[in-house]
């Protein structure tokens, strides 16, 4: 007897703690239909359909059980795959994975999704076969998604409508050249559903739960990664980067940053030989170093152990001119432990990316 009375209390212990702990998803297909935006004249002769596809998308969401989905008003997260037909024979069609967050406003039935991953192109840049196509210099792309919908879920049975408006960006950032890239502007519309038709309490946060700054701390990040000039054909070669930086956590969501950073590039380097000994009469010796040193003023969306980083630098020591001296940052972070810290980030020069970069670092 006392044998199945323990039974009963562990089984209903077990089915309490499942539900407790249940996790709970949804699915969502999109159709999008869009064109792609005419960013840099020298894509005019790729614009000239109307790109479309299919968006399918996977979904787990939060209620505030934690700290941080309190903070942003319990996203989802998940996983998305994308077709997407570019309308054009030069530029073919893409496949990809995301990684993306979706936040919610106005009640939840306004949904802001971010996804970051990467995409397959079935037609790159060929210079014998498909030489027209100068926005993929690769068949491996880095991708964004940024969509705004309206979202309705649970209308009948689970399912549900939503549609609103997009971008999708695809660029190797200058991995392999040509590397022009594109940025398509669309329409969705679609479906979701529910697994479950009734969903826990979503816990709100309290006031003074954003709050919570410290003191500045200091840090270094060794990057690195390979890339190639804007030269067809001149070689895929390594960068390094060197950093150091104080940032001042503001509150639980963001801090910012002030910092300093040496950079190494052979691409660069080769690019300077190229142009002294391409009888260009420009001026170039071949003696200009290719070093750069940079400054840099950054901010850091705190999401969990994720980030989102945005910087913008100004190269102090600048001996050959190069795309510009003012540079951007931006991308992902990812903490390991309170103090050893991974990124990917593209940093480019306005909207001409230079090098996908690959970081670790650490804070003190």
Not at 57 to 81: A, H, M
Not at 246 to 257: G, L
Not at 321 to 333: A, I, S, V
Request: aromatic share 16%; with cysteine.
């Amino acid at each position: 007897m006392i044998k199945r009375i323990c039974f009963v209390l562990i089984l209903f212990g077990s089915i309490l703690y499942a539900q407790e702990h249940k996790k709970y998803y949804s699915f969502d297909v999109n159709n999008f239909y869009g064109t792609v935006l005419k960013h840099n004249p020298d894509i005019s002769h790729l614009i000239t359909g109307h790109p479309s596809g299919v968006l399918l998308s996977i979904n787990r969401k939060t209620f505030g059980d934690k700290e941080w989905q309190r903070l942003y008003n319990s996203p989802d997260y998940g996983v998305s795959f994308i077709y997407q037909d570019l309308d054009n024979e030069f530029l073919g069609e893409n496949l990809g994975i995301f990684a993306h967050y979706n936040f919610y406003f106005l009640k939840r039935s306004l949904m802001l999704r971010l996804g970051q991953g990467i995409s397959y192109a079935t037609n790159p840049y060929d210079e014998d076969d498909n030489f027209r196509n100068i926005a993929y210099g690769s068949h491996l792309l880095s991708a964004t998604m940024v969509y705004l919908n309206y979202k309705k879920e649970n209308l009948i049975g689970g399912l549900g409508l939503q549609t609103g408006l997009g971008i999708i960006h695809y660029s190797n950032a200058n991995f392999k050249a040509p590397n022009k890239s594109t940025n398509t502007f669309v329409f969705n519309i679609g479906v979701n559903y529910r697994l479950e038709t009734e969903l826990p309490e979503y816990v709100r946060k309290e006031k003074g739960e954003v709050s919570g700054g410290e003191p500045i701390g200091f840090g270094f990040a060794v990057r690195g990664g390979i890339n190639e000039s804007d030269v067809v054909g001149s070689g895929q070669l390594p960068f390094y980067t060197i950093a150091a930086f104080a940032d001042k956590r503001i509150n639980k969501k963001s801090s910012v940053q002030l910092g300093t950073e040496l950079f190494f590039s052979e691409a660069l380097k080769r690019f300077i030989d190229f142009r002294a000994t391409g009888r260009f009469d420009d001026g170039i010796t071949g003696d200009e170093d290719s070093k750069r040193a940079g400054i840099f003023l950054g901010h850091e969306l705190r999401i969990n152990k994720i980030s989102i980083l945005t910087q913008l630098g100004y190269y102090v020591y600048y001996p050959f001119d190069f795309e510009g001296q003012m540079y951007n940052r931006m991308g992902t972070q990812y903490y390991f432990s309170k103090n050893i810290f991974g990124s990917i980030t593209v940093r480019s020069h306005a909207a001409k990316a230079e090098a996908v970069e690959f970081s670790i670092g650490y804070r003190l």
